[in-house]
């Protein structure tokens, strides 16, 4: 008697603690099924080139960013690369990875993200302390910014030396993808047509420098904001026109009030969706 009722209250307890149970995170598949962080990882090591979309404020996003690729590294020759890492940067943080500047000088040299101690530092220091190579793959904003002023055309008035940091021109754009028309849609026409190409500029760019660093037999690990890859556009849209025959795959992250269950606009987003609690407190 004493037994089963110490059981019975065992299971009140348990039951009553799950109920007060506040997951900051659940992490779902495409078609929107809860999945366990070793399955993503088990599918992730049998592909060549990740995407991995974040919200630059999220620290959900960062920390698994940094959990998978320790994860991974267990079984793979890894490189990495950021959005957040402009190219002509490359010299510097190249610097960096091979211990002849400081995080200091590194800080002063390149031009790095306002949260790059907090989110980003982690994985670079990752990469230095296992010999991992991390390529700073977004186009130099000024150039980002000469598009949204004055179209693709404005790049052909850039010196030769300058475009090597660039994807080569002429960049095949495409209006009709859903991402572009929609941020095209949202600004109703006040910007012209151009925030769309400054978007397929940094688009295309990164792709670029993914594939001229990918090596055969290696997985390429990219961090960049969730919108260069949501819905299997943006950056995966350059990487399979120019190489269709490797294994891609993407993660996304999305915000919701209530967690338990993948809203209906936000399955088939990625191939892996992490589905954040709405009120995470930001890195900034």
């Not at 059981?7 to 799950?18: G, P, S, V």
């Not at 992730?44 to 320790?70: C, R, V, Y």
């Not at 859903?178 to 940094?202: C, D, E, F, S, V």
């Not at 969706?273 to 900034?284: D, E, F, K, L, S």
Request: with cysteine.
């Amino acid at each position: 008697m004493k037994k089963a009722l110490v059981i019975i209250i065992f299971q009140f307890l348990f039951t009553a603690a799950y109920s007060q149970d506040k997951p900051a995170y659940v992490l779902y598949n495409a078609k929107g099924e809860k999945v366990s962080h070793k399955q993503m990882i088990e599918t992730l090591n049998n592909t060549d080139i990740i995407l991995f979309g974040e919200f630059h404020n999220n620290p959900i996003s960062h920390w698994l960013q940094l959990e998978t690729t320790e994860d991974l590294k267990e079984s793979n020759e890894l490189i990495l690369g950021a959005e957040m890492f402009e190219a002509d940067n490359q010299a510097e943080l190249d610097s960096f990875l091979a211990g002849k500047i400081d995080d200091k000088a590194l800080d002063t040299l390149a031009r790095l993200w306002p949260n790059y101690k907090t989110d980003y530092a982690p994985l670079v220091n990752l990469a230095k302390d296992n010999h991992i190579k991390f390529v700073a793959t977004n186009i130099p904003r000024r150039y980002a910014r000469l598009v949204h002023k004055g179209g693709f055309e404005s790049l052909d008035t850039l010196a030769q030396d300058e475009k090597m940091w660039i994807a080569p021109l002429p960049i095949e754009y495409d209006s009709e993808l859903p991402g572009y028309k929609k941020m095209l849609g949202m600004m109703h026409g006040r910007m012209g047509n151009n925030l769309p190409k400054a978007q397929a500029i940094k688009d295309a760019t990164m792709a670029y420098f993914i594939l001229k660093n990918y090596r055969k037999g290696s997985l390429f690990i990219h961090y960049n904001g969730a919108y260069h890859s949501d819905n299997y556009e943006g950056i995966l849209h350059y990487l399979k026109k120019k190489m269709p025959d490797l294994k891609y795959a993407t993660i996304t992250t999305v915000s919701q009030k209530d967690v338990s269950k993948l809203s209906e606009e936000n399955i088939n987003k990625a191939d892996f969706i992490i589905c954040v609690v709405a009120n995470m407190t930001g890195t900034y």
